[in-house]
């Protein structure tokens, strides 16, 4: 059974930093480009960072450039968001993505809260 489970989030206050996990189950993540999104309520998903099955990272928006970071553990077949200087603005629920053609997977999810 395919399965995407994210932990990680939580409530911090502005400057500080979390570690995003996303942890695979049912398939291997070396076949597949894995990302993160994240979605706010009433706006559509943005795609924030990404990796591709060989390991290459995508590009990432400006709006979290030079602050996040992704990477993944083939052994363990996760994928990390590493996520410094948090801003209020970053507050939303976060998802892991795993897709390669003809095929897609999502996480439930987990909440970053940016709040002082």
């Known amino acids: 059974q395919v399965q995407l489970v994210e932990s990680g989030g939580g409530t911090v206050q502005p400057g500080a930093s979390l570690k995003l996990t996303c942890v695979a189950s049912g398939f291997s993540i070396e076949n597949y480009g894995m990302s993160w999104y994240r979605q706010t309520s009433g706006k559509g998903r943005q795609s924030v960072a990404g990796i591709t099955s060989t390991g290459t990272i995508t590009n990432s928006p400006d709006s979290v450039k030079g602050r996040f970071t992704i990477s993944r553990d083939t052994q363990k077949n996760a994928v990390y968001l590493q996520m410094d200087n948090l801003q209020p603005e970053d507050t939303s629920v976060y998802y892991c993505?795993?897709?390669?053609?003809?095929?897609?997977?999502w996480g439930q999810g987990t909440q970053v809260t940016v709040s002082s």
């Open positions: 993505n795993a897709s390669r053609t003809g095929y897609e997977h």
